[in-house]
């Protein structure tokens, strides 16, 4: 079974440019999320998508940050501007989505991640 | 913000040692999950154990929950130095969402 793909794998800008996160989840899962791994931290939760909507952005910064997921499938994420505070690596992982079927929670399984740095 | 807090930071052993990790966590949750992150593989799941539930094994690993203390514990038995990696507990407080929220790791060194 193929992983979630992510990229790039590396992404460098400088501060004020604008840079995009492509994310392709494991086929058939519904659920996907965007973190953001900052050195040293936990992966905290940007936006989570069910399908194509959204069911979790309230730590997205919204003023810089966009994502989408247009038809359910593939996703993006956006920074514009970026500023330096913004380097980390950024996690996209999906979930297959059996709340339908009783469960409470499901494992996530998360992409190999981009590693931004911002100059 | 970060729900749990691992203890401790990093933590040194050597190979066929036992390793203990313990979290904690501030409010109550539906389960608890570990996960694993190393450069070769990224961050893998490794176990879940519900509210419910106070003991759970896979393998090598043996996790217990107490939600009166919101604390939770992974202990990796007779460790390999293939398990140096950085270990997170991730609570679910969320009863639609499935929003995990990590701590901040154990940063776990095997030394063979």
């Known amino acids: 079974e193929a992983g979630v793909a992510q990229s790039p794998r590396y992404k460098i800008i400088e501060k004020r440019q604008s840079v995009a996160f492509w994310c392709n989840p494991i086929?058939?899962?519904?659920?996907l999320y965007w973190y953001q791994q900052i050195l040293g931290q936990g992966p905290k939760l940007l936006i989570q998508?069910?399908?194509?909507?959204?069911?979790?952005d309230s730590q997205l910064p919204k003023d810089r940050f966009s994502a989408e997921r247009l038809k359910g499938v593939d996703s993006t994420l956006k920074i514009q501007p970026a500023k330096l505070e913004d380097s980390a690596v950024y996690l996209c992982?999906?979930?297959?989505?059996?709340?339908?079927?009783?469960?409470?929670?499901?494992?996530?399984?998360f992409g190999p991640g981009t590693r931004l740095t911002v100059l | 913000s970060q729900q749990g807090e691992e203890d401790p930071q990093a933590l040194s052993i050597q190979e066929g040692e036992n390793a203990t990790m313990n979290c904690s966590y501030k409010t109550s949750i539906n389960n608890l999950q570990w996960y694993r992150q190393n450069s070769g593989r990224g961050l893998v799941h490794l176990i879940l154990i519900r509210s419910n539930e106070r003991e759970k094994h896979s393998g090598r690993l043996r996790v217990t929950l107490d939600t009166s203390k919101k604390s939770s514990s992974l202990l990796i038995t007779a460790s390999r130095a293939a398990d140096t990696a950085s270990y997170f507990c991730a609570t679910d407080a969320s009863y639609n969402t499935d929003k995990l929220i990590f701590g901040t790791g154990t940063r776990l060194q095997v030394f063979p």
């Open positions: 086929s058939g899962h519904a659920t």
């Open positions: 998508f069910q399908n194509n909507g959204v069911v979790d």
């Open positions: 992982a999906s979930s297959l989505d059996d709340r339908l079927a009783g469960a409470l929670s499901t494992e996530q399984f």
